[in-house]
């Protein structure tokens, strides 16, 4: 696959960091235009409490409207399982597209029979707007942008570019951070490791936005790094890790790792574009499947 990558372009990239989740979500502006994109929005949530709310999803609502931005698309890296996708309510507000990757129909059907969904959940992602293949491009006003086939944490994972700036979503960390889990179903390290290596492959100066940060050894958060930083620094893949000891370590880390404590409302909402299910009544409801994940 040869990718339009286009560095001369130097879109303006604000972002927006979730402590409640450690989520970074991103607004993306055309640098020759008022048009901009939004990438990986929150949707807050007392999980406990059963309660939804937009502080989030608000502050990215009010920056744009406050910059008298247009906003043209609103892009999910990857179905998320560590946080809530506010897409649905940014558009009601907004407009613009909400886009994920086309293996959005393997996440559907494989966490549509771990839900239990019945026929009324489509897994034809006919919930979004538009299905990213690998290579695909599409517009922020005047900037081209591409998708970027990235699977291995998950199966519908794609990395967005536009001009000289890629957002990662979870397939890479900041160099300290490394590179995310590959355990959840239809998760594969190795196939994590070739996405990676695709994503190196882009040139050195590529600013690279991460859709996570955890601040390790206690460092202040950061989300922004370079191609070139990642493959000298990057402690999982760096100095040219090899694939067999990148599968190793991924592998045995994996195991010892918790399950986000968002998963289950998180992929409940994701793979619907960010809407809440429902029951038979039209009522917000969120089911708990034991002993499955």
Known sequence: MTYPIDTTVTPEVSAHFDAATNTISYIVKD???QHCAIIDSVMDIDYAAGRITYDHADA???EIK???LILDWIIETHVHADHLSAAPYIQDKLGGK???GEKILVVQD????IFNEGTEFQRDGSQFDALFKDG???QIGTMQAFAMYTPGHTPACMVHVAGDAAFVGDTLFMPDGG???ADFPGGDAGQLYDSIQKVLTLPEATRLFMCHDYGPNGRDIAWETTVAEEKEHN????????REEFIKFRTERDAQLDMPRLIIPSLQVNMRAGEVPTDKDGRPMLKVPVNTL
């Open 31 to 33: 640098p020759a235009s």
């Open 60 to 62: 990215l609502i009010a």
């Open 66 to 68: 406050a910059r008298g």
């Open 98 to 100: 909400i886009g994920v």
């Open 110 to 113: 494989t966490f549509g029979k």
């Open 136 to 138: 695909d491009t599409y």
């Open 179 to 181: 590179s995310a889990r």
């Open 235 to 242: 402690i999982h893949v760096g100095r040219g890790k090899s």
